[in-house]
């Protein structure tokens, strides 16, 4: 059965410090890995969409980076409107071709 | 509007009782998605639908949950006598589809708060 854990659960940062989110997970075979944004009351924003190891892609302030094992989600100088959760999940061969499991998120806050 | 929307955004029920939550697609998406979200979790998968057909319902924890699809557009998920931990927020998602068995870029609707008492 796939798993993700992602951390930490909650994350405090001072506007400008830069920090990692860190996602781990165990798949049968990784078909994808995906990074989503969640603001309160509302659905996950999709992110990036990363799929072999060794594979970068940015976003404004974010990075996402991929190793065999897990994945980072790098916020460089991040300002208060980056404060949400970001969950990761991925997608397996095993699985069905759709099904995607996701991990519980980290929840940023951005103070000012 | 070009989001994917969801009727209604809350629920009140009592144990028990029938509920149908809707979702309403990006238009042209033919790929479908239900999730359950409890507080301080990741969604959960439901079931996937790929036009009018559901491709993998694996993810409904039993058969008080069924959905359907019967034009390919709008889905209706349904939940028979509900139980008070059936209470979270259903999320829908949908997407173009990848016939090579890809993914693309899922679009999430604001969700419905179930609430059962």
């Known amino acids: 059965e796939d798993q993700v854990t992602q951390s930490p659960e909650a994350l405090r940062l001072q506007e400008g410090e830069s920090s990692s989110l860190n996602c781990s997970y165990t798949?049968?075979?990784?078909?994808?890995l995906f990074w989503y944004r969640q603001d309160p009351g509302k659905g996950p924003e999709f992110l990036f969409t990363l799929y072999s190891a060794g594979e970068e892609k940015e976003k404004e302030r974010l990075k996402a980076t991929l190793t065999k094992k897990e994945s980072f989600l790098h916020i460089t100088a991040p300002k208060p409107e980056d404060s949400a959760t970001y969950l990761c999940a991925v997608q397996s061969e095993a699985g069905g071709y759709q099904k995607v499991t996701f991990g519980t998120g980290t929840k940023l806050q951005v103070i000012p | 509007g070009a989001g994917v929307s969801q009727t209604p955004s809350n629920k009140v029920t009592e144990k028990g009782k029938y509920v149908e939550l809707r979702c309403d697609p990006i238009?042209?998406?033919?790929?479908l998605y239900w999730y359950r979200q409890s507080l301080g979790q990741g969604p959960e998968f439901l079931i996937y639908?790929?036009?009018?057909?559901?491709?993998?319902d694996s993810g409904l924890p039993n058969d008080r949950f069924f959905a359907v699809r019967p034009e390919g557009s709008v889905s209706t998920l349904k939940i028979q006598r509900t139980e008070r931990g059936d209470s979270a927020v259903y999320l829908c998602?949908?997407?173009?589809?990848?016939?090579?068995?890809?993914?693309?870029?899922?679009?999430f609707g604001p969700g419905t708060r179930l609430t059962v008492l």
């Open positions: 798949v049968s075979g990784l078909r994808g």
């Open positions: 238009s042209g998406h033919t790929a």
């Open positions: 998602a949908s997407s173009l589809p990848d016939l090579a068995g890809g993914y693309n870029e899922q679009f």
């Open positions: 639908f790929q036009g009018t057909g559901a491709a993998d």
